[in-house]
T-cell receptor, first 111, second 112 residues
Framework: GNSVTQMEGPVTLSEEAFLTINCTYT??????LFWYVQYPGEGLQLLLK?????DKGSNKGFEATYRKETTSFHLEKGSVQVSDSAVYFC??????????FGTGTRLKVLA | DGGITQSPKYLFRKEGQNVTLSCEQN?????MYWYRQDPGQGLRLIYY???????QKGDIAEGYSVSREKKESFPLTVTSAQKNPTAFYLC???????????FGSGTQLSVL
């Protein structure tokens, strides 16, 4: 069946460091891919998405590229801030209700 | 402002008790979802509903029940049959034909 695998956390970085959170997927067909972010005590918010191969999603300095050849959708940011500390979820969907979420990666950014 | 409201934020259940978590949305979305979040396990789908008066079981529906009598409301009941109910519960909605999920701020359920 379909699945999403993302790197385990926590990831601890200093402010202004480069961030990569790895995400790979398995799916039949061509799913849409997403990154959601969850701040402490809150629900998830959509961070970015890509709907087809080679698409790049971007938002708030974060980027991820849909790589069909490596079945990956890694999240990157060039310079993280303390306010980026949160849990990041990679997700895929091949239908409007069939969301598959990764286990989440906690990011902690130190000042 | 449009959004999803979950209440209460914290809920405590005694053994043998049923409890109901509220989820209301004013986004005019057709689809609504309930997810359970446990540490290190990501989100698991409990129930979903795509139209009023209709709902489907997700991956972990046992011990839970829902209703969808109004478009804007999708309450979740955690019954006494759910033996391990302690978790963070998230409600989400989605417009017809859309992919983006809109989430509420969650309810933390704990057992006394």
């Amino acid at each position: 069946g379909n699945s999403v695998t993302q790197m385990e956390g926590p990831v601890t970085l200093s402010e202004e460091a480069f961030l990569t959170i790895n995400c790979t997927y398995t799916a039949t067909g061509y799913p849409s891919l997403f990154w959601y972010v969850q701040y402490p005590g809150e629900g998830l918010q959509l961070l970015l998405k890509a709907t087809k191969a080679d698409d790049k999603g971007s938002n708030k300095g974060f980027e991820a590229t849909y790589r069909k050849e490596t079945t990956s959708f890694h999240l990157e940011k060039g310079s993280v801030q303390v306010s980026d500390s949160a849990v990041y979820f990679c997700a895929s969907t091949s239908g409007t209700y069939k969301y598959i979420f990764g286990t989440g990666t906690r990011l902690k950014v130190l000042a | 402002d449009g959004g999803i409201t979950q209440s209460p934020k914290y809920l405590f259940r005694k053994e043998g008790q049923n409890v109901t978590l509220s989820c209301e949305q004013n986004l005019n979305h057709d689809a609504m979802y309930w997810y359970r979040q446990d540490p290190g396990q990501g989100l698991r789908l409990i129930y979903y509903s795509q139209i009023v008066n209709d709902f489907q079981k997700g991956d972990i529906a046992e011990g839970y029940s829902v209703s969808r009598e109004k478009k804007e409301s999708f309450p979740l009941t955690v019954t006494s049959a759910q033996k391990n109910p302690t978790a963070f519960y998230l409600c989400a909605s989605q417009r017809l034909g859309g992919e983006k999920l809109f989430f509420g701020s969650g309810t933390q359920l704990s057992v006394l």
